[in-house]
């Protein structure tokens, strides 16, 4: 008779036992959170008298940089130089790097290139200048996307999302082969000294620019209110 009440609950308990097992080993497959949008207006970046608030667009390029997860470092807000090429337009049309080498006596530099969505890197050309040589330089991105623009046969008509800012030069430019890049493609300049320049995709951008060295003097752009 005991061997008999033994038999199930011995029956009992391996099954009891294989279950909480089984619920152990369950992989619960984490929640992806939603990301909010990405949007920025010039009523950001400029007070009543259209002075650039400097600090207001590092906000934004910080709120770029945490959306993609970029690593904020201490001092990173402070290395980030930024311009809005004096155009009053920051939310289209500007620029902001942070440059972590520039070495002119072995000519290497490395920065990364911040944009906002749909913003405009403005077309330039780099040359010769204080004893440095013509900047040639290639793009890694990060995180986004950016649309490329370089010399080389036009293909604007197939990138009908990328409309140049009236700000620049009239909504005018020289280089009109474009490449569109996302993360972890590489594109590099394909002349020395040619024109060429980028826009972001609607989640902005992040670009890691490698090149020989930069030098401010012999930047030139092709609008020549931004020079």
């Known amino acids: 008779m005991r061997k008999i009440i033994l038999f199930p609950l011995i029956v009992i308990l391996l099954v009891t036992s294989c279950k909480n ?3 152990k080993n369950t992989i619960v497959e984490p929640q992806e959170v939603a990301k909010s949008e990405l949007k920025f207006t010039n009523e950001q970046f400029y007070d009543a008298e259209g002075n650039f608030l400097e600090e207001k667009a590092k906000d ?5 940089l945490e959306y993609h997860n970029y690593p904020v470092f201490d001092g990173l807000r402070e290395k980030i130089w930024l311009t809005d090429y004096n155009k009053g337009d920051f939310a289209n049309l500007g620029l902001a790097s942070v440059m972590f080498v520039n070495n002119e006596k072995d000519q290497y530099m490395l920065m990364d290139i911040i944009l906002l969505p749909g913003q405009m890197l403005g077309e330039h050309m780099h040359f010769e200048a204080d004893g440095n040589p013509a900047k040639m330089e290639g793009w890694l991105v990060r995180h986004g996307k950016s649309y ?3 010399v080389g046969e036009n293909n604007r008509d197939q990138f009908p999302q990328v409309v140049v800012p009236k700000t620049h030069w009239d909504g005018k430019v020289t280089a009109n082969r474009i490449v569109e890049l996302n993360e972890g493609d590489f594109d590099s300049l394909a002349i020395v000294e040619s024109a060429h320049w980028q826009m972001a995709g609607p989640e902005g951008a992040v670009i890691t ?5 930069h030098t401010n003097a012999g930047v030139r752009r092709s609008d020549p209110a931004m020079n």
Do not use: Q, W
């Open 148 to 150: 490329i623009a370089g």
């Open 209 to 213: 620019e490698v090149g020989n060295v």
């Open 60 to 64: 934004a390029l910080i709120e770029v």
């Open 21 to 23: 097992k089984a619920e």
